[in-house]
């Protein structure tokens, strides 16, 4: 391998009398090497993987009926894909372009797990699983190394090139190398210019924790980018109202009712089907609802709450979620369900697992939420496809 232009492309490499020949990219302890020192070829490999073990994971979660596919799932993508993937991640880096191909990748990987559209935002699905993005994950790996390597003997090898490249390129008042570019944007994302100026000016770092706090701060600023992002999405606004942090919600594990988990997550993350949500991509549609004569706009709200079509269905599932609540001296969460306005009901209906009460009231609230969803979209359907009929 020759890195760099060459300048004789005539040149001809032997070793005794045999032949050698040149190659532009060399697989050395599992990362391709390419002669322009940039890291392309090997992410387009390690997408290429991804790819195979999404259709791996997805083969097991589809074909076993008897597990809980959010909950394997998760555990396949964490425990096999993402080691994978973020393998020597600490010394690789790409464009943006090469992280967005990543990122779609775990994108990818969620909706496959929940069965979500293609237009369900990606801040609803690493919600309600708890992921953080790629990027920030392999961030804390970058931290970890360089944590290593500053700890080590400043005659091991992997010292001299990191002090090394930080001196030559302290020369040029700039990192020109992709790595060290990825490091220093890595320490002030997470509010630690000071450790990072003590590593560029080859300083002992005497604050040993530093590794923790500069974590924390990457977490606490995804975490904001993430809040940032559902409270710029219109269509979001009730989710906010549902979900404060990224984290792996309850709801979701629930082995014995799948339809009943996507119903309701599609009703969080405002994705399910319904004409006012159709009619942001399909001119022709009023975003009306075609069941009752109201002239309402069928949202999530008309929907669980308002439309007269189902108040049959309301009243049914109202009466079991009363006896349930009160068989447990819950009158107060049933009087509180029954004569609040329609954000209290919703609140209670779709809420998040982080809400106001006990767990058993929200395992209560979770099934009747399920059992009256699954209800309301199959009897929907039914007059639809009357309807079209």
């Known amino acids: 391998m020759v890195i760099g232009k060459r300048t004789d492309k005539t040149k001809i490499w032997k070793l005794g009398n045999h032949g050698i020949s040149e190659v532009d990219h060399y697989k050395y302890l599992g990362v391709y090497i390419s002669r322009n020192l940039n890291d392309h070829f090997h992410i387009d490999n390690v997408i290429k993987k991804g790819n195979r073990l999404i259709a791996y994971i997805k083969s097991i979660i589809d074909n076993c009926n008897n597990l809980n596919r959010v909950y394997y799932g998760n555990i396949l993508w964490k425990a096999i894909a993402l ?12 464009s943006s372009c090469d992280t967005d191909k990543l990122e779609r990748l775990q994108l990818q990987m969620a909706r496959c797990i ?10 609803a699905l690493y919600g309600d699983l708890g992921w953080i993005p790629i990027s920030d994950l392999q961030n804390n790996f970058r931290i970890n190394f360089i944590d290593r390597v500053l700890k080590m003997e400043k005659s091991r090898w992997p010292r001299l090139l990191l002090d090394s490249l930080i001196a030559f390129n302290c020369d040029f008042n700039d990192f ?21 100026d003590c590593i560029r000016n080859s300083k002992d770092i005497s604050n040993t924790f530093w590794p ?9 600023a995804s975490i904001q980018n993430w809040s940032e992002e559902v409270t710029s999405k219109s269509s979001l606004s009730d989710y906010i109202t549902l979900k404060t942090i990224p984290n792996l919600e309850n709801y979701l594990l629930d082995n014995t009712d799948f339809e009943g988990v996507n119903l309701k997550f599609k009703l969080r993350s405002n994705t399910l089907p ?3 949500r159709i009619c942001n991509w399909t001119p022709e549609c009023n975003g ?22 189902f108040n049959e269905i309301r009243t049914d599932e109202n009466t079991r979620l009363k006896l349930q609540l009160q068989s447990f001296d819950y009158n107060e969460i049933w009087e509180l369900f029954i004569n609040g306005n329609s954000d209290v009901k919703l609140q209670l209906t779709l809420g998040s697992d982080n809400y106001l009460f006990s767990k058993e009231v929200m395992n209560i609230l ?3 939420c399920k059992a009256y969803v699954k209800r309301l979209w199959k009897k929907r359907s039914q007059l639809i496809n009357k309807e079209n009929r």
């Open 83 to 94: 080691p994978s993937i973020n393998y020597a991640c600490s010394v690789w880096c790409g």
């Open 114 to 123: 929940l069965k979500a559209s293609r237009n369900t935002p990606r801040t």
């Open 176 to 196: 020109n190398y992709k790595i060290l570019s990825c490091i220093e944007n890595i320490f002030k994302k997470g509010n630690a210019n000071d450790i990072f």
């Open 212 to 220: 923790s706090a500069v974590k924390q701060a990457l977490s606490e």
């Open 274 to 276: 319904l004409e006012g």
């Open 288 to 309: 009306l609802c075609k069941l009752c004569s109201d002239n309402c706009k069928e949202n999530i709200r008309h929907f669980l709450f308002e439309c007269p079509a």
């Open 366 to 368: 979770d099934r009747f």
